[in-house]
């Protein structure tokens, strides 16, 4: 991020705002960053370990939300003469959080480079829009003719192979435009867990995700940050933890009666008006 001042602090704010609402619907906060990046002129190296670092700000929204759940997890794994079934529940959970995590961690490591030097632009951006919103289209209505695939209601009753599958479906949000979440709960709900079990855990795994994307990005790219920086990057944070503590409050309470028809749709309308607004010329997307 180039500019200096005001605006360069209501430009934190707009993209701490896109990453927050963004993160955890079905829509790629990535693939919106990117493209709001492009239109505000912020997409050099700085603008896109911006990008990574705030999503902190996200992940901290689900440990809020989830905080009294995470507090008795912890308490009845270190209390030895506590209740052995919730002591078993719980390490379950930290172990499957685990094994789903690591599939994106090595892949990401290993191609990280490669994909933001090759896909982290706007047109492949909205061409995997439209290709997940495809995907979405047609999970719902593979879920809908078979509801009786699933078999998974309780998060306590994944096993470790189901994190492992879920873990192997986050790498195709390695793709800008994929989507973290939609990834995860699509894919989880087509692995036979239910919507709502599909979408706590995704809102699980993207606690060692998010942490794990930003310490490593803002470490590696340490030289390109400076203390002029903290009060743009500050705002970011905060703008993403309260505009994503507000979409996990109402996301949960969403998937209970409703599928995620709608966000397909809004993906393949959106990412079509990216690529016939590329291709008329109508908008200069820098390359």
Same mark, same amino acid.
């Given at each position: 991020?180039?500019?200096?001042?005001?605006?360069?602090?209501?430009? =934190?704010?707009?993209?701490?705002?896109?990453?927050?609402?963004?993160?955890?619907?079905?829509?790629?906060?990535?693939?919106?960053?990117?493209?709001?990046?492009?239109?505000?002129?912020?997409?050099?190296?700085?603008?896109?370990?911006?990008?990574?670092?705030?999503?902190?700000?996200?992940?901290?929204?689900?440990?809020?939300?989830?905080?009294?759940?995470?507090?008795?997890?912890?308490?009845?794994?270190?209390?030895?003469?506590?209740?052995?079934?919730?002591?078993?529940? %719980?390490?379950?959970?930290?172990?499957?959080?685990?094994?789903?995590?690591?599939?994106?961690?090595?892949?990401?490591?290993?191609?990280?480079? =490669?994909?933001?030097?090759?896909?982290?632009?706007?047109?492949?951006?909205?061409?995997?829009?439209?290709?997940?919103?495809?995907?979405?289209?047609?999970?719902?209505?593979?879920?809908?003719?078979?509801?009786?695939?699933?078999?998974?209601?309780?998060?306590?009753?994944?096993?470790?192979?189901?994190?492992?599958?879920?873990?192997?479906?986050?790498?195709?949000?390695?793709?800008?435009?994929?989507?973290? %979440?939609?990834?995860?709960?699509?894919? =989880?709900?087509?692995?036979?867990?239910?919507?709502?079990?599909?979408?706590?855990? %995704?809102?699980?795994?993207?606690?060692?995700?998010?942490?794990?994307?930003?310490?490593?990005?803002?470490?590696?790219?340490?030289?390109?940050?400076?203390?002029?920086?903290?009060?743009?990057?500050?705002?970011?944070?905060?703008?993403?933890?309260?505009?994503?503590?507000?979409?996990?409050?109402?996301?949960?309470?969403?998937?209970?009666?409703?599928?995620?028809?709608?966000?397909?749709?809004?993906?393949?309308?959106?990412?079509?008006?990216?690529?016939?607004? %590329?291709?008329?010329?109508?908008?200069?997307?820098?390359?």
């Amino acid at each position: 991020m180039s500019e200096s001042g005001s605006m360069y602090l209501l430009h =934190a704010l707009l993209l701490g705002l896109v990453e927050g609402i963004t993160e955890f619907l079905p829509i790629s906060s990535t693939g919106h960053l990117i493209l709001a990046g492009h239109l505000l002129g912020l997409h050099d190296e700085k603008s896109k370990l911006f990008d990574v670092a705030i999503q902190t700000g996200a992940m901290f929204a689900v440990v809020w939300y989830y905080r009294d759940r995470f507090i008795a997890i912890f308490r009845s794994i270190s209390n030895a003469e506590g209740p052995v079934v919730e002591r078993q529940e %719980s390490i379950r959970l930290i172990a499957n959080i685990s094994l789903a995590f690591l599939p994106a961690a090595v892949l990401g490591v290993l191609f990280g480079k =490669a994909i933001k030097e090759h896909l982290f632009h706007p047109v492949p951006v909205a061409i995997a829009f439209v290709l997940g919103g495809v995907i979405i289209l047609w999970a719902e209505r593979r879920v809908a003719l078979y509801p009786q695939s699933v078999r998974v209601e309780a998060l306590h009753r994944m096993s470790g192979l189901d994190a492992l599958k879920v873990g192997m479906a986050q790498c195709f949000a390695l793709i800008p435009g994929t989507s973290r %979440s939609g990834a995860t709960i699509i894919g =989880a709900m087509l692995f036979g867990l239910s919507r709502q079990v599909a979408t706590e855990f %995704s809102f699980f795994l993207a606690i060692p995700t998010l942490i794990g994307a930003g310490l490593y990005d803002t470490w590696k790219y340490r030289d390109l940050l400076s203390w002029a920086d903290a009060p743009a990057l500050l705002l970011g944070l905060t703008s993403a933890f309260v505009s994503a503590l507000v979409v996990v409050h109402w996301l949960i309470r969403f998937v209970s009666n409703h599928s995620f028809t709608w966000f397909a749709w809004y993906r393949i309308a959106f990412g079509a008006i990216v690529l016939v607004s %590329s291709y008329a010329g109508w908008v200069v997307w820098h390359a």
